[in-house]
């Protein structure tokens, strides 16, 4: 009884025999069997059998791993071949790669000698941000048959981080914040979302310092509330809180959140404005005119016919002032046009808006020959929220009554009375007008005359009191 088992590695065939009870012709023939099937591969095979040392090429390869790249660059990946056997790998090709790798260089040939090593080199030049893996084959003969193997180049392009700053509000600024105007006393805080535009993670080397008013809320960074740490990853965003809380004086600042950061690839700079404006919130009336307006001379006349003048007055500051009482010191010879605040053609009422401005109209209408004097006080609440304060604004008048103007002729100006005159002939006489009143004349116009009296001239217009 006799059995065989055959078993192949390398193709290196060997037999195992189990005689039982056989003959010498049956064991002749197992001989020949062995003989023939070892003389099928020549060469190295041969040397395999008569020396147990020898083995067939096999190739191992490193350095196929690539470190995360930055997108649209290009780096150089060289690889290496080792051949850990003692037969010579022969033939041996690789496959060609594809975007965003290419060849470039390199030391393999077609043979590679046992125990010895070679390198190739790849370009890596990837334009997009990605994972990219490419499987290549590699073909050769191990000294005993052909064979092929697969091995893969792998790498990661990311963009460089970079970071914005932005409100997510309607009218956002990009570069900039303003936290507008901010009454004394009074915080504001202001959520700032920190995004990181690009595929790798920034790491934060130095925040800027923000100085009083402005501060991160609870005086630490990224401010309560705030999600930030100092590595941000990338393409993702976090939250900084940010507090205006002025006191003092009023005032207005600028100043500069500015964070200096790892690209991933280099460093990189943001520096991103804060702005705001303190103010003191409390409604402020004044009189455009200043301290004193004064109406000049103006003849005795009764209230209804007075003279008439325009005071505006303002509220500069971010609040209403409220209820506003108006008083005249002096009802005589000074009131509000028609009677009533604010007088007639004026349009103020008891509020005056913040940053607004509204008319008070006046009347002068002396009653006396002498000067007079009145102050106008607005008195008005500030409408402070936390503590409204009583305030007033005045305005000092001034005027003197005169009497009105009187037109009379010149005594020395001749007769009204024209002498017997020969027809078709003329004669011309000048008269001379003169006020002896203490107001000016004026809208002086002539009459209408009759022919044969036509006006021939005259320098009359205005005429003042007498000097």
């Known amino acids: 009884m006799v059995k065989i088992a055959s078993y192949n590695r390398h193709s290196l065939a ?21 003989i023939t099937l070892s003389a099928c ?45 003692s037969f010579s790998a022969t033939s041996l090709t690789i496959s060609s790669p594809s975007t965003p790798f290419s060849y470039m260089s390199g030391t393999c040939g077609t043979t590679l000698a046992g125990g010895e090593s070679c390198t190739q080199t790849f370009q890596f030049s990837p334009t997009v941000e990605n994972s990219y893996s490419q499987v290549f084959s590699l073909n050769y003969n191990n000294g005993i048959l052909s064979t092929s193997q697969n091995f893969s180049l792998n790498g990661q392009a990311l963009t460089k981080g970079s970071l914005v700053i932005r409100t997510l509000q309607a009218g956002d600024l990009f570069s900039s914040y303003n936290f507008g105007v901010v009454p004394l006393d009074t915080s504001r805080d202001q959520i ?51 507090t205006y809380f002025p006191t003092g004086s009023e005032g207005s600042i600028a100043q500069d959140l500015d964070l200096n950061y790892l690209t991933g690839v280099g460093v990189g ?134 009497t009105a103007g009187l037109l009379e002729l010149d005594p020395i100006s001749p007769s009204t009375v024209f002498p017997l005159q020969e027809v078709s002939t003329e004669l011309n006489r000048i008269y001379t ?17 009759t022919s044969p009296y036509i006006w021939t001239g005259g320098t009359c217009l205005i005429l003042g009191p007498p000097l």
């Open 14 to 34: 060997y037999v195992l025999v189990l005689l039982s009870e056989m003959d010498i012709m049956k064991l002749i023939c197992l001989i020949f069997i062995i």
């Open 41 to 85: 591969n020549a060469g190295d095979g041969a040397k395999l059998l008569k020396n147990g040392k020898n083995t067939p090429a096999e190739i191992i390869i490193t350095g196929n791993s690539i470190d995360t790249k930055e997108v649209n660059t290009t780096t150089n990946v060289t690889i290496t071949l080792k051949n850990s056997g």
């Open 192 to 242: 700032l979302n920190v995004q990181n535009t690009g595929g790798f993670d920034v790491t934060m080397v130095s925040i800027g310092t923000l100085v009083s008013p402005l501060s991160y809320k609870g005086g630490i960074f990224p401010g309560t509330g705030g999600t930030c740490s100092f590595v941000i990853a990338g393409h993702s965003a976090c939250n900084i809180v940010l």
């Open 269 to 402: 700079n943001l520096n991103y404005i804060i702005n705001g404006t303190a103010i003191d919130l409390r409604g402020l009336i004044t009189f455009n005119d200043g301290a004193n307006y004064d109406f000049a001379n103006f003849p005795l006349n009764p209230s209804s016919y007075g003279k008439n003048y325009a005071i505006v007055i303002e509220n500069s500051r971010y609040i209403d002032s409220v209820s506003i009482v108006p008083t005249l010191t002096d009802t005589t010879n000074f009131s509000f046009r028609g009677g009533a605040y604010p007088g007639t053609g004026g349009d103020c009422s008891t509020t005056l808006p913040k940053q607004s401005t509204c008319t008070i109209m006046l009347s002068f209408h002396p009653t006396t020959l002498t000067a007079h004097t009145a102050t106008l006080n607005l008195n008005y609440n500030d409408n402070h929220a936390i503590d409204p304060h009583t305030a007033s604004a005045n305005i000092v008048l001034t005027g003197t009554g005169v």
């Open 433 to 449: 007008l003169k006020n002896n009143g203490a107001y000016t004349i004026t809208n002086l116009r002539t009459g209408t005359i």
